[in-house]
């Protein structure tokens, strides 16, 4: 926790929900970053690292953890650990004194996991319990009925490297049998395998395919198990499904995720941050191409945010606004970097360690940003940012004399823990025999190549890179919002129109309508002259149709979803520039529907001041304390404006509300904003921010350390202080930049057109309350009346034309006269119609929760 400076300890912080499954109370980082300790030479360090962990680490907790994240975190890092011990000993100057004791930890483990593969399907429970394993009244899980693919898939790299360390067959024998089952259940037409399954029947139960969140480390897993194991099924697997990947997926230079069973239609409009390993993946497999163009797409979005948010767009928005410094785009570019040698890559990375040292650095590490977009901090630094973003970025640099053993002979784990290669003809008691009847016959001779033959597949001569990326090189900033649906071969018959598209729609034009029916889509009028459009599929004319009309209806709610957001003032920035912080410490902050606009005004700064009485609630009685200063207040006893309005009489330059529910935090509690008194609150002139508790405490702290404490407050993180900095450092490392300006909304809103099979419909009903999983009708409602406001500044979106406009999404809080004390915010949604024809949808709340449990 680098903004509170201590350890993330299980059950003595507030939960964070899924998240919270990586911590078993095993010293998780300690773990997961030892191997990175000899890649950086620091092998003293590691040495004592190894032992600290093996007088102080306890593998028998009551404590229920995730299974996936416990295998690649914990049994890597401690196979990781173990294989780099035996390399120092052998080289005879340190480590002398090691016995196998990582290993004998690590097969403890293995044994401790092992009851979560009890199933039918010999998938393995998500979770166990590390004291009592699964199922027992004591254990509190084994009730889980569905996993990820990639949690499931994700398991035979340290599974068969323990069984070939210790000779016990057991655990490669269950990870091949997990991997087998997943084969079997793949999608036989499409050759793709849905996000999540049921571990007792194997039934699909999402069935949306991708490379990113969810499936991402199962590809990964049969390419490695064929590099480490030698099993030519693991590659005959790989090779089929990335040829249905790179058919159906890949639309150069984005991935974007399918339906299983109609693989030509696009299942989401946004991508999410762990695809941008696919990348190093396809450098692994020797297709180089694609790989260029995806990882340049990724550096234009990181060059806009500074970060690659957790989600984007298509048309290259923010989607979800976290990054949780994720390593997967400085693995892609240290894979991209050996496979071309081109020195561009080497610009890549020396871009990654500015803006880590310049945006992410605190000084007790580096904090994961709650939004790229602000800048804001969030009190979080996983343990996979020192296993794999140090490890990868280190080597990206690294010439081959500074690493002190040849990386080559072993293979990166997902968590970049490093495993022997020898380890492929070592206790080899496992049958190799082809469990599966018959692989899909594939037309694509890049299965014939082998490794290595870099000058065959590429030459190695930077401007074959560079040919590949110039034509991506402004593919972010010039870029208008795309449509999202690709339109199959074959619906372009020769003779026949194309489909109609959403956006050239008009409800009063007969021969459209006579199109919709074709295509199985009906309009109904509804009495408040809104018109609802309800698609059935099995009423279109013929298949193709039917899947033209899936496809009208998807854009209808895509066109819907870019013009018609909730009014939204985004989050602000409470950022500390004074010593030692220098601007290291951004805080997310809730704005205010009054006072001074930080987003058209310059940034307040200025020196902080507790407000007495402090609730702020009746004239001060130090003003001469807050005069010139930035007034600290707690939430609560009266209106947000009376605060403001005490605070400015004395003379204060900006306000900061502290909320007085303690423990209260941007990490769990929604954006906060302040409302108005239901009056005239012109007369407010400075600006004001909200603070929850945690955040707050924070800046409360520093002034009982430092009594002198200065703070920024503005629309987003600014560069740090060059002066500050040179007070503490001679020369700066760090050359300022401008920041954009640019404000992308937030919008939390996605939409998934499930498919049911039973019914071949599917639905999205106006009325979110009323979706239940029996509901079939494909749906959305349109105003013929209404009109369509005017597009404001600082957002892309397309209008019907298909031009480019700005779209100004903010959140307005429904009541303005809500009390301060009032701990429930009311949000509002103003409707923008489109061109006379769109009115109010609403999100599919199912897919929403959906989507909320991707373990991102």
Not at 62 to 77: A, P, Q, Y
Not at 208 to 234: H, P, Q, T
Not at 467 to 493: A, Q, T, W
Not at 581 to 593: D, I
């Amino acid at each position: 926790m680098p903004l509170t400076c201590r350890g993330r300890v299980r059950g003595q912080e507030p939960s964070r929900g899924d998240v919270d499954d990586a911590l078993g109370k095993f010293s998780l980082t300690l773990i997961d970053s030892l191997d990175t300790l000899v890649v950086l030479n620091k092998t003293k360090e590691f040495e004592d690292a190894v032992r600290k962990v093996l007088r102080d680490v306890n593998l028998d907790n009551d404590v229920v953890v995730s299974v996936f994240e416990t295998n690649i975190r914990v049994l890597g890092g401690l196979l990781g650990g173990h294989s780099l011990a035996i390399m120092l000993k052998e080289k005879g100057e340190y480590m002398q004194w090691y016995n196998d004791e990582l290993l004998q930890m690590a097969k403890q483990l293995g044994y401790k996991l092992l009851p979560a593969f009890n199933t039918t399907s010999g998938l393995p429970y998500p979770r166990i319990n590390l004291k009592f394993g699964i199922r027992k009244p004591e254990a509190r899980t084994g009730t889980e009925t569905d996993t990820c693919t990639a949690c499931a898939g994700t398991l035979i790299l340290e599974f068969a490297a323990l069984s070939r360390f210790t000779g016990a067959t057991i655990f490669e024998e269950y990870a091949r049998k997990a991997l087998d089952f997943l084969w079997e259940k793949r999608q036989r037409s499409s050759n793709l395998v849905g996000v999540t399954i049921n571990i007792h029947t194997g039934d699909w139960v999402r069935k949306d395919s991708g490379v990113g969140a969810g499936i991402d480390s199962y590809y990964e897993y049969l390419l490695k198990a064929y590099v480490l194991l030698g099993d030519d099924s693991f590659l005959e697997r790989f090779n089929t499904h990335y040829d249905a990947i790179m058919r159906y997926i890949s639309q150069p230079p984005l991935l974007l995720d399918v339906h299983i069973h109609k693989p030509m239609l696009n299942a989401r409009t946004w991508m999410d941050a762990l695809l941008a390993f696919f990348p190093g993946l396809q450098v692994l497999k020797g297709d180089i191409r694609p790989a260029i163009e995806t990882h340049e797409m990724l550096y234009q979005v990181i060059k806009k945010h500074n970060f690659l948010p957790e989600a984007f767009t298509t048309d290259f928005r923010v989607h979800w606004a976290q990054h949780p410094l994720r390593p997967e785009f400085a693995e892609s570019t240290y894979f991209l970097y050996k496979a071309t040698g081109d020195p561009y890559y080497l610009e890549v990375g020396k871009t990654l360690i500015e803006n880590l040292n310049k945006y992410a650095r605190v000084p007790c590490g580096f904090a994961a940003m709650k939004d790229v977009r602000t800048g804001s901090h969030e009190d979080r630094m996983d343990s996979f940012f020192l296993a794999e973003m140090f490890k990868y970025l280190y080597l990206l640099f690294a010439d081959k004399e500074d690493i002190i053993f040849d990386i080559e002979d072993y293979i990166f784990t997902t968590e970049a823990h490093l495993l022997p290669l020898w380890l492929s003809t070592t206790n080899q008691s496992i049958s190799k025999k082809n469990i599966t009847s018959e692989y899909t016959e594939l037309d694509d001779s890049n299965f014939d190549w082998t490794c290595p033959n870099t000058q065959i597949l590429f030459p190695n001569d930077p401007l074959y890179a560079q040919s590949i990326r110039e034509p991506l090189k402004n593919v972010v900033d010039k870029s208008c919002p795309r449509g999202i649906i690709r339109v199959r071969e074959e619906s372009f018959r020769s003779g026949a129109k194309p489909p109609l598209r959403a956006r050239d729609f008009m409800a009063t034009n007969p021969e459209h309508l006579e199109i919709l029916k074709k295509m199985g889509v009906s309009l109904i009028h509804l009495k408040d002259g809104r018109v609802q459009l309800v698609q059935h599929a099995i009423q279109a004319a013929s298949s193709i149709d039917a899947e033209d009309g899936l496809r009208f209806m998807q854009e209808m709610i895509e066109l819907s979803s870019q013009q018609q957001k909730e009014q939204q003032l985004p989050p602000r920035a409470v950022q500390i520039v004074s010593h030692p912080f220098f601007g290291r410490v951004v805080l997310t902050a809730g704005p205010a529907q009054f006072g001074l606009d930080l987003s058209k005004h310059k940034e307040t700064r200025g020196f902080v001041a507790s407000s007495k009485p402090y609730n702020g609630c009746s004239e001060l009685t130090n003003p001469e304390a807050v005069m010139g200063k930035i007034a600290l207040i707690q939430r609560g006893q009266c209106m947000f404006a009376e605060k403001a309005r005490n605070i400015q009489n004395a003379g204060a330059i900006g306000g900061i509300v502290i909320d007085d529910n303690e423990g209260s935090s941007s990490d769990t509690a929604p954006l906060f904003q302040m409302a108005g008194d239901g009056k005239d609150t012109d007369d407010i002139k400075i600006p004001m921010l909200f603070l929850f508790s945690k955040e707050g405490s924070i800046i409360l702290d520093a002034i009982r350390e430092y009594e002198e404490v200065e703070v920024l407050l503005s629309d987003k993180a600014k560069d740090r202080d060059p002066e500050m900095e040179n007070e503490e450092q001679s020369s700066p490392e760090n050359d300022s930049q401008n920041q954009s300006d640019e404000q992308v909304s937030s919008s939390s809103q996605e939409v998934d057109l499930v498919d049911q099979e039973s019914s071949e419909e599917s639905s999205l009903n106006s009325h979110p309350e009323s979706l239940s999983p029996a509901d079939t009708d494909n749906v959305a409602s349109i105003s013929p009346s209404e009109q369509t406001s005017d597009p404001t500044e600082n957002h892309e979106t397309t209008n019907l034309n298909g031009e480019c406009t700005d779209l100004d999404n903010q959140l307005q809080e429904q009541s303005e006269t809500e009390e301060d004390s009032n701990p429930n915010v009311s949000w509002g949604k103003k409707v923008q119609p489109i061109d006379s024809i769109l009115a109010d949808w609403n999100e599919d709340i199912e897919a929403f929760e959906m989507m909320e449990k991707d373990e991102l």
